[in-house]
């Protein structure tokens, strides 16, 4: 009987999903500059938009590392 490897392929989802997840941030904050520089009314808010989306980027890809740390501690 063959053996499948669930681990495996639920690293190669969260990689997929973290790839994303980067690439999203990237579009975000180049959508959000370049409204800044068409409305420079508006340049709080953006730069606070921003900054969420770079507060959501490090928790995202932090909250793996964590998991394998204390999983590697209790083991």
Request: aromatic share 12%; with cysteine.
């Amino acid at each position: 009987m063959e053996t499948i490897d669930y681990f495996a392929d639920l690293n190669n989802i969260y990689g997929l999903l973290l790839t994303l997840i980067n690439v999203g941030v990237v579009f975000r904050v180049v959508y959000c500059i370049t409204h800044m520089i068409h409305s420079p009314d508006e340049r709080g808010v953006y730069v606070r938009r921003i900054r969420h989306v770079l507060i959501f980027c490090v928790i995202a890809n932090t909250l793996i590392p964590f998991r394998d740390v204390i999983l590697a501690y209790i083991t």
